[in-house]
């Protein structure tokens, strides 16, 4: 066993996260250049990487499904996933930090902390996830590394620990001071590797500054960094990596290395770095579970009983793919491994050590391993599989509500059942689809994170399956939430058709809550009027009625409902009675409060050449926009505003039109918005 832990602590499970455009993916390919894992650089503007295999990845030039890839550097086994930057696939990236021990977050040296850097960040500290920085691009005009930490600084609020100096500005980048050792590593024109020399005498009294400020900045978060900078006005290179260590896995700290992977320039000291300071899956907290309603831990440990969570299913002309990240115990194959969710147990037919579309087996897998299994039938994303003797249930990653829905059907009648089947398959392959029939129309919705998000989706029905579909104008999620509630409205359920009746009597005060979003139920019966089972009863059927609300029929949130006086009879009342009396009750009050139409708004940050400006303020102001900031940057204008998604359609064509093919802009939801009182949606449903 102690070979084993031996092992488990040379492992290194991160992902590499970003902004859309950042360099993700060139980051990974060069780190699989630069392990020996392939032998030729992989381009994304080529079509050529490892990670971006899927033909729309490589049509699109974006990262779209999370792609998982294994390494070894420096006698350490690195299990790595590039995850994609777009915010509309922001639930692959949700599932892959749900089983991540680390990250690499890349941010580019001329736009630092851009937006959905900024949502990827967040999503990390969520999951608790310790990150260090890589400051990408430093050859590109306008770059930057002082700027882009300032932003980590001011926008992502972590205390950046710089740890390299730039050799080089621009064009002229060819190589980094190392502030920890005091040496410099420069990358001549056309090596694969870094050659070590001392630093260079211009760059001397800068880099002593340089590191003196990380000394100083350690010492303010390290105990032990802090009682030797006291003693000996210094920090030794052993407690300063000691402590760089610690105050990233503590999240205390980023340590902030810089590079331009496009050039093969830093990438060798990023994965010292990921050896050096980020965590082994002996490093981070043992897993929690539920074990018959009661929290269990189980550690990192091969012996343990097994654990793990299945967090991505992939259709593959092969089979079908299970990627697990084993938490505890060790799986072999040909193992029955027992699934929490659907209570049944399963053979485990083959285990695979994946390289992203390539794979090659294995005997075992055991904890700290990100690997893909066969073999599984019914596990899902976000099923817990274990030992069928030691049962457990982990907490599944979240999955977001979607945004935006069309309205798809197959051109031929005949193939509608091809359609449904390939449907089915998409959201068991990602659970942000959401499939559904529209119970009016009849229509086969499909639902998710946004334009791009579900026009993906299309195209992959139509590539792998060779269907024509027809797909409908694309509509947004509203909801729908209480501007002004009603005190003391009574309903009474009565029903007598032979034998038991049904009676429940019911009054309720219902009021907006402060947020616009959530559900809170409360009971204010006095004297047992109602008893507590009939109240949990009464509850129920509220949330039943959240479903439709009167304006529209959208889901109902950001209100309160309290149950304040009722009454029972002796023979005739139950939980049925008084669950339906909660749902209509709920529908009648929600009619006789003043409903407001909510709206999905997203904060949009466009990017154009300073003479096109003018032209996109009042565009913006024409789909309701309101701007909240204009910076100049490198010659280019960036305007963020506030913008109703369903005003967003087509907007990139519009965009491109109006700056010569110049502009580009990223957007990323930030909640929901009251919809002004002519909106269409309105107007139609009143």
């Known amino acids: 066993m102690r070979t084993d832990l031996n092992t488990l602590a040379a492992v290194r499970n991160l992902g590499i996260l970003a902004h859309v455009d950042a360099g993700k993916t060139t980051v990974t390919e060069r780190i699989l250049y630069a392990t020996g894992t392939t032998h030729k650089r992989g381009e994304v503007h080529d079509g050529t990487t490892v990670t971006d295999f899927d033909p729309q990845e490589r049509d699109r030039g974006i990262t779209i499904f999370a792609a998982a890839v294994s390494c070894s550097w420096d006698g350490h086994r690195i299990n790595l996933i590039d995850t994609p930057g777009h915010v509309d696939f922001a639930d692959e990236v949700e599932r892959a930090l749900r089983v991540l021990d680390g990250a690499v977050a890349v941010f580019d040296a001329v736009a630092g902390v851009e937006p959905q850097s900024e949502s990827v960040w967040r999503q990390a500290d ?73 630093v260079p005498e211009e760059l001397r009294e800068e880099a002593h500054r340089r590191r003196r400020l990380l000394e100083e900045a350690v010492a303010e978060l390290h105990a032990g960094a802090l009682e030797e900078f006291c003693a000996r006005s210094t920090v030794s290179e052993q407690t300063l990596v000691r402590a760089l260590r610690e105050l990233t896995r503590s999240g205390e700290g980023v340590v902030v290395l810089c590079g331009s992977a496009y050039r093969d320039r830093g990438v060798e000291p990023l994965l010292d770095a990921v050896v050096a300071y980020l965590p082994s899956p002996l490093d981070v907290p043992a897993v929690r579970g539920l074990r018959d309603g009661v929290e269990e831990e189980r550690p990192a440990d091969p012996s343990a009983p097994f654990a793990a969570l299945a967090f991505k299913v992939s259709a593959t002309p092969t089979g079908r793919l299970t990627y697990l990240r084993v938490y505890a115990g060790t799986i072999e194959k040909g193992d029955t491994v027992y699934d929490v969710g659907v209570r049944r147990g399963e053979r485990i037919g083959r285990i695979l050590r994946v390289q992203a579309d390539r794979h090659a087996q294995v005997d075992r897998a055991v904890a700290g391993d990100i690997v893909a299994v066969v073999g599984l039938k019914s ?53 942000s689809l959401v499939v559904r029939t529209d119970a009016e129309t009849g229509q086969t919705v499909l639902s998710g994170m946004g334009e791009l998000h579900l026009e993906v989706a299309v195209e992959k029905i139509r590539r792998e399956t060779g269907l024509d579909v027809n797909v409908g104008r694309p509509r947004v999620s509203y909801r729908e939430t209480v501007g002004r509630g009603v005190s003391g409205f009574v309903f009474r359920h009565v029903k007598q058709d032979g034998g038991a009746g049904q009676f429940a009597h019911v009054v309720l005060d219902v009021e907006p809550l402060d947020t616009e979003s959530g559900f809170d139920f409360r009971s204010a019966v006095v004297g047992g009027s109602v008893p507590q089972e009939y109240v949990r009863a009464v509850e129920a059927g509220c949330r039943d009625a959240l479903a439709e609300g009167p304006l529209g029929g959208h889901p109902v949130t950001g209100l309160r409902v309290t149950l304040t006086d009722g009454a029972t009879h002796v023979k005739d009342s139950s939980d049925t009675a008084f669950r339906t009396a909660g749902r209509l009750g709920l529908r009648e009050a929600l009619r006789a409060c003043a409903m407001v139409l909510l709206e999905p708004v997203v904060e949009v940050t466009v990017t154009v050449p300073e003479d096109a400006v003018g032209a996109v303020l009042g565009d913006l102001a024409a789909r309701r926009g309101r701007v909240s900031g204009s910076v100049g940057r490198a010659g280019a204008a960036v305007v963020t505003a506030t913008v109703p998604l369903a005003e967003l359609f087509g907007y990139a064509t519009r965009l491109r039109s109006r700056t010569q093919g110049r502009g580009t802009f990223t957007a990323r939801p930030t909640g929901y918005a009251p919809a002004p009182t002519g909106h269409p949606v309105v107007t139609a449903t009143r």
């Open 126 to 198: 969520r999951h608790g996830v310790p990150r260090i920085a890589f400051v990408n691009k430093l050859d590109r005009a306008g770059a930057d590394l002082d700027t882009a930490v300032e932003s980590i600084r001011e926008r992502l609020h972590p205390a950046p620990l710089v740890v390299q100096l730039p050799i080089g500005t621009e064009d002229g980048f060819r190589g980094v001071v190392d502030l920890v050792r005091m040496r410099a590593l420069v990358w001549p024109d056309g090596a694969d590797t870094a050659v070590q020399e001392p």
């Open 379 to 431: 596990a899902r994303a976000g099923s817990t599989l274990c030992a069928p003797d030691a049962p457990l249930v982990l907490e599944p990653p979240g999955v977001a509500e979607p945004v935006v829905s069309v309205a798809v059907e197959a051109r031929r009648s005949t193939e509608t059942d091809k359609l449904a089947s390939a449907l089915a398959r998409l959201a068991e392959e990602d659970p």
